[in-house]
């Protein structure tokens, strides 16, 4: 049975950080490509960062180059998402992606809710 599980969110005060981690099982985590998206409310779901399955090449969306790091652990078939200096405007509902390259497969998380606020 395929798990994707994100944990992590939470509030954090604006410039503060946090570290998301989603937890996969029940397929070839090393395989997949992994990305993490965010939706805040009236928005449509966006893509945040990517990390690929085989050189762990990463792509991130211009509005948190610099702040953010997606990394990978395919010993622990865990993707992380490393959040630094918050804003209010990251706020938003976070999930987590896998998605085997070349095909249409992909399994999505429940997402985590990170709010940014004073």
């Known amino acids: 049975q395929v798990q994707v599980v994100e944990s992590g969110g939470g509030l954090v005060q604006p410039g503060g950080s946090l570290r998301l981690s989603c937890a996969a099982s029940?397929?070839?985590?090393?395989?997949?490509?992994m990305s993490w998206y965010r939706q805040a409310p009236g928005n449509e779901r966006e893509l945040v960062a990517r990390i690929t399955s085989t050189s762990g090449s990463t792509t991130y969306a211009d509005s948190v180059k610099g702040r953010f790091t997606i990394s990978r652990d395919n010993a622990k078939n865990t993707v992380y998402l490393q959040m630094n200096s918050l804003k209010p405007e990251d706020t938003a509902v976070y999930y987590c992606?896998?998605?085997?390259?070349?095909?249409?497969?992909?399994?999505w998380g429940q997402g985590t809710q990170v709010t940014v606020s004073s």
């Open positions: 992606n896998a998605n085997l390259p070349l095909t249409s497969l992909r399994y």
């Open positions: 029940g397929f070839t985590f090393s395989r997949y490509a």
